[in-house]
């Protein structure tokens, strides 16, 4: 790892009011503002250098809130689609790869683009004062925060529903840094984000944030940052599904930068986001062109999710209100919501893996299938430019490659446990008699 690193210098701005402040560590709210709204990161640079491929991820550090290099990062890799193009009759189909595909250079050893998140989270993280970050997860993002954080010596919760660990695989141990808790079966991703809440409520555990997180979402940007500074131009359109929408919020803003920048044009990305049908509460809100969300019974959420194969899609409460969220990236840069069925996104993960030589995961078999139905339906074009974010692949391959482990819950809770639980339980999980002290 090259060791030439200088952070760029950075000030935080209130999306709702522009009032300006310094990041004092892990700002994640606007100070003084009652009214709920993003805070994004305002660069000093503003026109991107992308750095060699050997800095992985941190290539992109221009634009990004860190104040280190993690270790073993992969950066996602951009390239002009020939097969799946060819297939569809499209002349600018650019596909942006976030996963396990050595051969064109993405080294993502989780196979997700969640990969993003967790080494840049990690990089403006100061763990010094001893405490521990709190992750939230369907799935993925667990399974990126758990590589990462055991790789860096990184203190680390992950909160996690107990039908979903079968996505907690890993090619080599997790070490005893990261612990893993989850709600019993039966419960979802929003049970888990309550879990994660409570275990806030403990002195020294923080929040990662989510999409409050400036960290989060500009180290999601970097697929954007991929396609543009590859392609040469901002795309017409930009395809990817979304649970939270926090990755299309992302592209958006990476967009508003590349603007600013002024070598790449001055367009906005059409979002084409994406939901793994029936669960598609982002499509419903954005359908009745309402910001808020609409009513979703709990239960009949659940049932939903169920049935979804593309369970890290089910996020019951998602950034789409506040402001700076999914509804006003979508406002700005203009777009749909469109939707696949498990049997459409199955095909289409049929169809990728046939014509471009890879397996993906199934949320970014959602997004291919809305493609597919886009050239279809006549809403793209054959000349229009198009970035497909594949948010994960190569899992298939990596699987057969490696030898797999698979990380264990050190408790199973309630989906509803008390705060004393949670405390007594997560406490002790973290006491040093719990922890192996890196040397």
């Not at 503002?33 to 990161?41: D, F, H, S, V, Y």
Request: hydrophobic share 40%; glycine share 8%; proline share 4%.
């Amino acid at each position: 790892m090259s060791k030439d690193f200088k952070p760029t210098p950075y000030i935080l701005e209130s999306v709702n009011t522009g009032k300006q402040f310094n990041d004092e560590g892990w700002t994640l709210d606007a100070p003084g503002e009652k009214q709920p709204t993003l805070i994004r990161a305002v660069y000093e640079k503003k026109q991107i250098d992308v750095k060699d491929e050997s800095y992985g991820i941190f290539r992109f550090a221009d634009w990004l809130p860190v104040h280190k290099m993690l270790e073993g990062s992969s950066a996602p890799v951009t390239y002009k689609s020939e097969g799946l193009a060819k297939k569809l009759g499209l002349n600018n189909l650019y596909i942006t790869f976030s996963g396990y595909w050595p051969e064109k250079g993405a080294n993502f050893r989780t196979c997700s683009f969640k990969e993003t998140e967790a080494f840049t989270v990690g990089g403006r993280l100061s763990t010094e004062n001893g405490s521990v970050l709190v992750v939230a997860s369907a799935g993925n993002t667990a399974r990126a925060f758990a590589r990462v954080c055991s790789d860096n010596n990184i203190p680390l919760l992950l909160c996690v529903p107990e039908d979903n660990i079968n996505a907690l695989w890993f090619d080599e141990p997790i070490k005893d840094n990261v612990k893993l808790v989850v709600t019993k079966s039966g419960s979802d991703y929003f049970d888990a984000i309550y879990l994660s809440n409570l275990a806030c409520e403990i002195d020294g555990f923080i929040a990662e944030g989510g999409a409050k997180n400036v960290a989060r979402r500009d180290g999601m940007a970097t697929t954007t940052l991929s396609a543009v500074t590859t392609i040469g131009r901002i795309p017409d359109y930009y395809f990817q599904a979304v649970g939270s929408g926090t990755g299309a919020i992302a592209a958006w803003e990476a967009n508003k930068r590349l603007i600013e920048d002024g070598r790449f044009g001055n367009n906005y990305m059409k979002l084409m986001v994406s939901q793994n049908h029936p669960f598609i509460p982002i499509h419903n809100a954005w359908k009745a062109d309402s910001r808020d969300m609409l009513h979703l019974d709990d239960d009949e959420a659940r049932k939903q999710v169920e049935e979804i194969d593309a369970k890290v899609l089910s996020n019951r409460k998602p950034p789409y209100p506040i402001i700076g969220g999914l509804y006003d990236a979508m406002k700005e840069a203009g777009g749909d919501v469109l939707c696949a069925s498990n049997e459409e996104a199955a095909e289409a993960a049929r169809i990728f893996k046939e014509t471009e030589g890879n397996d993906i995961h199934s949320a970014a078999s959602v997004a291919t299938a809305t493609l597919i139905n886009a050239v279809k339906e006549g809403i793209v074009n054959a000349d229009d430019c198009i970035m497909l974010n594949i948010t994960g692949g190569g899992e298939e391959r990596i699987k057969s490659e490696k030898d797999i482990l698979y990380l264990k819950p050190t408790h199973v809770f309630d989906i509803t446990p008390t705060l004393e639980d949670v405390k007594s339980v997560i406490t002790e999980l973290f006491s040093k008699n719990n922890i192996t002290q890196e040397a």
